[in-house]
Nanobody, 114 residues
Framework: QVQLVESGGGLVQPGGSLRLSCAAS????????MSWYRQAPGKERELVAS??????TYADSVKGRFTIARDNAKNTVYLQMNSLKPEDTAVYYC?????????WGQGTQVTVSS
């Protein structure tokens, strides 16, 4: 079955960097677009970035600071986050739309604080 496992979250100071990973299994990874979402306390889950086979798209709030990438040989999608701000604090999830439904990972907490 489809499984998504995120890792790489943690506590970082403003201006710092983190790289999140999402390991995927249960489907032909290279054939599907992958996305990162985040959900801050008291807010709705929002799309951060998506990647197809070749190109990524970004929310305006992270454009120029975050980079999404994928390694099809490792069935893994990454989110490189630079110049982090306190407002980036959230639980980050990866997602794939496979066949008729969406699959989500369990999430990884990112906290940006001094």
């Amino acid at each position: 079955q489809v499984q998504l496992v995120e890792s790489g979250g943690g506590l970082v100071q403003p201006g710092g960097s983190l790289r999140l990973s999402c390991a995927a299994s249960g489907f032909t990874f290279s054939m599907y677009a992958m996305s990162w979402y985040r959900q801050a306390p008291g807010k709705e889950r929002e799309l951060v970035a998506s990647i197809t086979s070749t190109s990524g798209t970004y929310a305006d709030s992270v454009k120029g600071r975050f980079t999404i990438a994928r390694d099809n040989a490792k069935n893994t999608v990454y989110l490189q986050m630079n110049s982090l701000k306190p407002e980036d604090t959230a639980v980050y999830y990866c997602k794939v739309d496979y066949r008729t439904r969406s699959y989500w990972g369990q999430g990884t907490q990112v906290t940006v604080s001094s």
